[in-house]
């Protein structure tokens, strides 16, 4: 097994590189370049712009600066926010916690919807209750979104006054009522984002289990005279699980992408909404940092899936 | 009928109707996919003829209706300016429905050469197409998008315009960043179909292999595509949507349903039409696509009994 990961983790190297390139490709081609303002300034003679771009080595070939960019980005060295007047990778770090509480209750929430109602409903396939969680789950996940968070603000701050809308990181309370305030802050956000990803999640978990559900060995299960329970829990839900870890893992960037929107609609501080308001305010170290951070986590949470995928399934470890 | 002996086994036999009218057959069991269609029939008149019926300018200002709830002046109500929601979700609805179908022409273009290429290539290129898109699939998309359009906008308004330069932009990103999936399936597709008899006959006959793609494999393979490409459609709505709903999509004064939420937002609690109409115009749109998607797939996978 820990070899398993050992190679798992050798494999998301290469991965990791070949974003890492396409970023820098991307930003090579734009057009635009941070010293165009010194070529048209008039008092700066065009030998000392040059003398600068050397020193910088902005004329190398795209291979060297490569190399030098990551080589920085290896080193912790993510550059100068121009904006926020400190150093990236501060910036961001201050902001992550607040992402990944939210991604990761949203996650929860998904699953502990998607489990037990694709579960019950591919235990009996084509009943009303499966009719239902299907309709359900497609509406849920044609749903945007940026529309739903506004239908919740409509419904559960302005008109019932339930929840605030604004989620604010100094909270003027203490002990318990501080998490109260906490917790009912984070609600509508993390609904929003749970909602959506608990509505692909269920159709996967549903023809996952639909698949597993007919085969012999299940079928065995029950004529040895184990009950329904055990056998749907024990025996057919641990190998549906795979397929789903997959289809989950591919739908991480996905979830970023729904996780910047929340983060924008309820001026959550996080690395979405940073993202926003640094490509607002042209402050390209940071855009570049974030888009990166996002990249690492969509290859991290691919690492976690293959990990799960070899607990579930211990065949594919020994290979 | 029951219990009665055919004289022939010929005669229970349905008449031989063409694949397309097989294929609309199987369609039509799916309700929701019939309803769909005509709802998305309807959306697409209601936006290419809607400004030759509703004759409001999307640009007229008038103060003194600011905010107006549903009327019959303005069926769909009024934003902070007076102007008139209606007219500019027409408007915007062109857009929002031609950068859905732009994107994915894009993606299944992109996505079929890519699975076609890899699909019968038998060495290191098959392998190196894969690796790549299997890079892609796990790019962070939204913020790549984010990223692109944030590069290369002012370089593209220069050349083709504000509203053209942007359309082109999100088209080529979004269909860009969309195809890995198409890529797959017909990759998939390709692996098996190759070496079937009647391509190996085709062989035989001495087709070369753009012939053996074009004429033989290429069509056997384009069920699963259409799917896909039906799919991609909703999600390049929703991604443009997402886009103008950050503020970083078409110019401000394109409305676009994603950017009328995007100016709705600041006035939910005294103008929560404003922001219903689009919402739900964009909802509507996905979910029929959506539900066609899933009558297709029902009409067009010939190993699904229904």
Redesign the interface.
Known sequence: MSQYVLRRLLIAIPSLLGISLVLFIVLALAPGDPFSELATNPNVPPEVAAALRAKFGLDDPIYLRYLRWLAAMAQGDWGFSFVSRMNVDKLILQRLPTTLYVIGSAQLLALLIAIPVGVFAATRPYSIFDQIANTLAFIGFSLPTFFTGLLFILVFSITLDWLPFVYTTDIKATGIRWVIEQVRQAIMPVMVLGLFQAASMTRFVRSAMLDVIRLDYVTTARAKGLGQTRVIVKHAMRNAMIPVVTLVALQMPAIFGGAIVTEQIFRIPGIGSLLISSILSNDTPVVMAVTFVFACLVVLFNLIADVLYGWLDPRISLR | MAGLTLASPSAERRPAWSPWRETWRRYRRHK?AVVSAFLLLALIAAVVFGPFVWRVSINDIDFSARLEGPSLAHPFGTDDLGQDILARMIYGGRISLAVGLAAMAVAVIVGTLIGALAGMSRGALGHALMWLT??F????????L???I???R??LKAVFGPEGGIFILIVLVIGGLRWMPVARLVRAQFLSLREKDFVEAARALGASPLRQVVRHILPNAVGPVIIAGTIDV?AAI?AE??LS????GFPPDTPTW?RL?FD??DY??IA?HW?LFP?GA??IA??AI??IG?GMRDALDARRVI
Do not use: E, M, R, W
């Open positions: 929701l299997d890079l699939l796990s790019l962070p998309q939204l913020p790549l984010l990223l692109l944030y590069l290369f002012d370089g909703a929703i949507s997402t709903f950050l503020g970083l994603g939420l709705a937002k939910l609690d929560a922001a919402g964009i909802f996905v979910v959506n539900f899933d």
